[in-house]
């Protein structure tokens, strides 16, 4: 079993910057891909970034691409989200996840996801 929690949200002005952290514990290892989703208010929930265990391949939505970026340190079994450039489009409640690699699904895909996190709220005034 695995558990998610996410730090970090909050609130921030258009332009500004702000860093989410995903704190693993239980059975996390080289198995898992670690992803961030983000949904928000009536939206669907979107692929934003994701990380392979060693750190090497990471993967981007189109809309966070150049603005986001994602790293993992497997010491502290924790994922980050570094956010930059932030706009009003990207509030939301920011989600943490976790896919096994012997799932043989897209990384995009939020159904590909084995573990979530509770999320947390991202907002961005204008």
């Known amino acids: 079993q695995v558990q998610l929690v996410e730090s970090g949200g909050g609130l921030v002005q258009a332009g500004g910057s702000l860093s989410l952290s995903c704190a693993a514990s239980g059975s996390i290892s080289s198995n898992y891909l670690m992803g961030w989703f983000r949904q928000g208010p009536g939206k669907e929930r979107d692929f934003v970034a994701a990380?392979?265990?060693?750190?090497?391949?990471?993967y981007y939505g189109d809309v966070v691409k150049g603005r986001f970026t994602i790293s993992r340190d497997n010491a502290k079994n924790t994922v980050y989200l570094q956010m930059n450039s932030l706009t009003p489009g990207d509030t939301a409640a920011y989600y943490c996840?976790?896919?096994?690699?012997?799932?043989?699904?897209?990384?995009?895909?939020?159904?590909?996801?084995?573990?979530w996190g509770q999320g947390t709220q991202v907002t961005v005034s204008s």
């Open positions: 990380i392979d265990w060693t750190g090497t391949n990471t």
């Open positions: 996840a976790a896919k096994s690699i012997y799932r043989r699904a897209p990384y995009y895909q939020r159904e590909s996801y084995n573990y």
